[in-house]
């Protein structure tokens, strides 16, 4: 198990949520969709624009810059210009708290 880092409590974050939190080195983008979270790395794999500037909708984060998407469970890229997929971190629910899990090795 990886490093487990407490980004917020749950009952924070509006049911429609797309928010930037930074997580040891990393810069993260949070998504809420009513009781699903998702976290991800907040660059786009295109030129690195914050996906947290961009907007989510049914499993999808979408870059505010030229359009790529991205899926919020997986981090694969879905439609160009982006072709890498973004990395994505375990989120936990404990105790009311929204936990994410990073891999040390990264
Ligand atoms: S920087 Fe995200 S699509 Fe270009």
Same mark, same amino acid.
């Given at each position: 198990m990886g490093t487990i880092v407490t980004l917020c409590r #749950?009952? $924070?974050? /509006?049911?429609k949520t797309v928010r930037r939190f930074r997580a040891g080195d990393r810069d993260i983008v949070l998504v809420r969709d009513g009781d699903d979270f998702n976290a991800l790395q907040?660059?786009? %794999?295109?030129?690195?624009? /914050?996906? %947290?500037d961009g907007y989510a909708n049914k499993g999808v984060i979408v870059c505010p810059m030229h359009g790529a998407s991205f899926d919020?469970?997986?981090? $694969? #890229?879905? %439609?160009? /210009?982006a072709h890498e997929a973004i990395e994505v971190y375990p989120v936990h629910l404990r105790e009311g708290l929204v936990q994410i899990e990073l891999d040390e090795a990264k």
């Open positions: #749950a009952d $924070e974050l /509006p049911e907040d660059r786009c %794999s295109h030129e690195n624009f /914050p996906l %947290s919020l469970q997986t981090g $694969e #890229a879905l %439609s160009l /210009p």
